[in-house]
């Protein structure tokens, strides 16, 4: 009897691990933005955040994490005005300016991306870190007139094993 307990109890933590992220819906000031996290990743707490993202003072509105934490995936929202048909001066902008702010930083692609019926701006880079390198996938779009970004991050000996997860999630990202 125990015996039974047991494999029915590993048999649902098995499908509970198997089932498919839940859909995200973060509220901001000018609209919702909507998005299926990658598998296994739940939602950051306040105090991970504030590990996390907040020496530079530019906090995600949302964030969520491998088990590990190692990899994650920030929503962040700004009162920076932005446009669909500003996008791609925008782009050109980015590109210029992250390589200043961020000493090192190496783009591996950078493109507009239609995802739904909307453009996204692509921003695909490795960074260095204190002790290793890190994988950016930065999506940047519009919501209400203001910029709406996403980052999907892990360093780079993990990227590979998240990547399908993140181009998935990518997938789903949507603004009402």
């Not at 498919?20 to 919702?32: K, M, V, Y």
């Not at 299926?36 to 994490?65: C, M, V, W």
């Not at 980015?94 to 453009?119: H, S, W």
């Not at 921003?123 to 999907?152: E, K, Q």
Request: charged content about 20%.
């Amino acid at each position: 009897m125990p015996h039974r307990l047991a494999r029915r109890l590993f048999c649902l933590a098995a499908a509970a691990f198997a089932m498919p992220a839940l859909a995200a819906d973060i509220e901001t000031p000018t609209g919702t933005f909507r998005f299926d996290p990658p598998p296994g990743y739940t939602e950051l707490s306040a105090q991970e955040i504030d590990a996390k993202f907040g020496r530079n003072g530019r906090k995600p509105i949302k964030a969520f994490g491998n088990a590990s934490r190692a990899s994650t995936v920030s929503v962040t929202w700004s009162q920076q005005k932005l446009t669909q048909a500003a996008l791609p001066k925008f782009k050109q902008a980015m590109e210029e300016l992250l390589p200043r702010l961020t000493p090192g930083l190496v783009f591996n692609d950078r493109q507009l991306r239609t995802i739904g019926a909307r453009q996204w701006i692509y921003l695909d880079s490795t960074v260095p870190a204190v002790d290793t390198s890190i994988r950016n996938l930065m999506y940047l779009s519009d919501l209400g007139g203001h910029m709406i970004g996403v980052n999907f991050n892990a360093t780079v000996a993990e990227f590979a094993s998240q990547q399908a997860g993140f181009e998935a999630a990518a997938r789903t990202l949507r603004v009402d």
